[in-house]
């Protein structure tokens, strides 16, 4: 019988710029998440995130009208840690992934010095985990660049943010040292080819879309950077902890036998793989050799640069899984399903979530399968979870059976690939507690195990409620996987 590993470690995931809210407390500088608006309803499904210019940075900046900029609220965890700390432990927690917000450390990005305010936030966040026995796993970025870096810098495909998120690496490290073993450095690195300005904090205006793939080839390479010059700093500072890479996971499967379609979808898997083969191999897959003639761009480099690739490698990949895509030759006429950041042709033989995201539990077991044969790497699911409505019951009861079919259905397919040999870190759900949607940031798409009292317009008294799923999911914890069933 197949059985997750003795030290799995088990848990939730959120982000800064989703749960915090006091987006102007405490010396805190705008991210790039702080502009962006919410979307309404009728564009839920559109898959048109938000690609603000300047100027449209500019008017959100001055806009108090914080109604439309719902990651600015958040879900006030930034005041109620302790409390939904609390309601995590009683979940049975190992470990929770956080980000620390860049710009509560460096609110302009490019200061000499850190602000102290946003230092001791995350450390008596930290002392609090340490009291309730909860392990955190810290991103360093989670679509938190500094606004300032992206008006004045032209986001990541200058040269300078490489020093400047360095600088924020090692701070942070040297601060947390005692608290933090397990890092990850930039939220699913590859969201940079569907929206250059979540993952890459890139803006149309100083780019014709001629050049766009200059620009995010660019930005790329200096994240990959970025994150060689955090494995170093983790290395020195952190020598006994771990330091991961982390992507959307997604697989691509073939529309049809049909040889182009195939060749289509090894193409199309490429675009994550790309992101994972240089920060866990260590250098360029010779497959971008050719992308790079074909788009007539390729990244700059400087001497030295692919040896420092090469010599810090990631210990680990982390990875977000929620659905799989079709591919197909380019000239299939057929109905696109919806996502997030990336999608492909809807599969007959999946079904969708209100969103329309096509749920595939297997499809989680071949992925892992397949990343584990290519790098060897131990594996952590750092998100994964169904964004629903919930209502709530005349009697206070949130009963979702959906969300826990959705859950242990990729459980049972997480623990088939332990039994296949693939070496598993851990599972952490994403949005254990309600929060605000990264890309509608909607209130009313529901991921959590804990109901927050709150509507789209940021009504609500914030309380926090279990679900039927927050039963459940505790007893996963609890007999560490054994039990999967519905109840
Ligand atoms: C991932 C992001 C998360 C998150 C999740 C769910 O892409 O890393 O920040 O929110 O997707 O997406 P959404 O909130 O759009 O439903």
Redesign the pocket.
């Known amino acids: 019988m197949s059985e997750f590993p003795k030290a799995f470690k088990w848990g939730g995931a959120i982000?800064a710029n989703?749960v915090e809210g006091s987006h102007d407390q405490d010396g805190k500088g705008p991210s790039i998440s702080d502009v962006v608006k919410r979307v309404r309803p009728e564009d839920r499904r559109s898959m048109k995130l938000p690609f603000p210019s300047h100027d449209e940075i500019q008017e959100a900046l001055l806009d108090t009208n914080h109604a439309e900029y719902p990651k600015r609220r958040g879900i006030d965890f930034y005041n109620r840690y302790k409390e939904d700390l609390a309601l995590f432990k009683e979940l049975g927690f190992d470990v929770l992934r956080i980000s620390i917000s860049w710009p509560r450390i460096f609110p302009q990005g490019d200061e000499m010095e850190p602000n102290e305010a946003g230092l001791q936030f995350y450390e008596d966040l930290f002392e609090e985990m340490h009291k309730q026995g909860i392990e955190p796993v810290v991103t360093l970025s989670?679509?938190e660049t500094p606004i300032h870096l992206v008006l004045e810098y032209g986001g990541w495909k200058n040269r300078e943010l490489v020093a400047f998120f360095e600088r924020y690496s090692r701070t942070v490290m040297a601060r947390f040292k005692d608290h933090v073993a397990y890092w990850i450095t930039f939220?699913?690195i590859n969201?940079m080819f569907m929206s250059p300005y979540i993952g890459a904090a890139l803006t149309p205006d100083d780019a014709p879309e001629a050049t766009r793939q200059q620009d995010i080839y660019q930005a790329a390479h200096h994240q990959f950077l970025a994150n060689a010059a955090a494995v170093k700093a983790k290395k020195e500072l952190i020598p006994e902890g771990q330091i991961g890479c982390m992507v959307?996971g997604m697989i691509n499967y073939p529309s049809s036998p049909h040889p182009e379609d195939v060749r289509q979808a090894m193409e199309d898997q490429r675009r994550t793989y790309f992101f994972t083969d240089v920060m866990a191999r260590g250098h360029y897959p010779a497959y971008s050799r050719r992308w790079f003639e074909e788009a007539g761009a390729a990244p700059e480099m400087e001497p030295g640069d692919e040896a420092f690739l090469a010599e810090h490698p990631v210990d680990y990949i982390a990875l977000?899984y929620?659905m799989s895509a079709v591919s197909a030759r380019p000239e299939t006429e057929g109905e696109k399903a919806a996502g997030?950041?990336m999608s492909g042709l809807k599969n007959p033989y999946l079904e969708a979530s209100d969103?329309g995201w096509q749920i595939d539990p297997s499809g989680l077991r071949t992925l892992v399968n397949q990343m584990y044969d290519r790098y060897e790497k131990p594996l952590f699911i750092v998100?994964n979870g169904l964004?629903a409505f919930d209502e709530v019951e005349e009697d206070g009861t949130i009963q979702d059976p959906y969300r826990v079919d959705y859950l242990r259905e990729h459980l049972q397919q997480l623990k088939a690939a332990a039994a296949d040999g693939v070496d598993l870190i851990g599972y952490t759900a994403?949005?254990p507690i309600d929060l605000i949607?990264?890309?509608?940031s909607e209130m009313s798409?529901r991921y959590g195990f804990i109901y927050v009292d709150q509507d789209d317009d940021g009504n609500g008294s914030l309380e926090r409620r279990r679900k039927d799923s927050f039963y459940w999911y505790q007893k996963v914890i609890e007999t560490n996987g054994e039990h999967l069933d519905r109840s």
């Open positions: 982000a989703q989670h679509y939220n699913e969201s959307i977000s929620y997030n950041l969103w998100e964004g994403w949005g949607s990264f890309s509608t798409k």
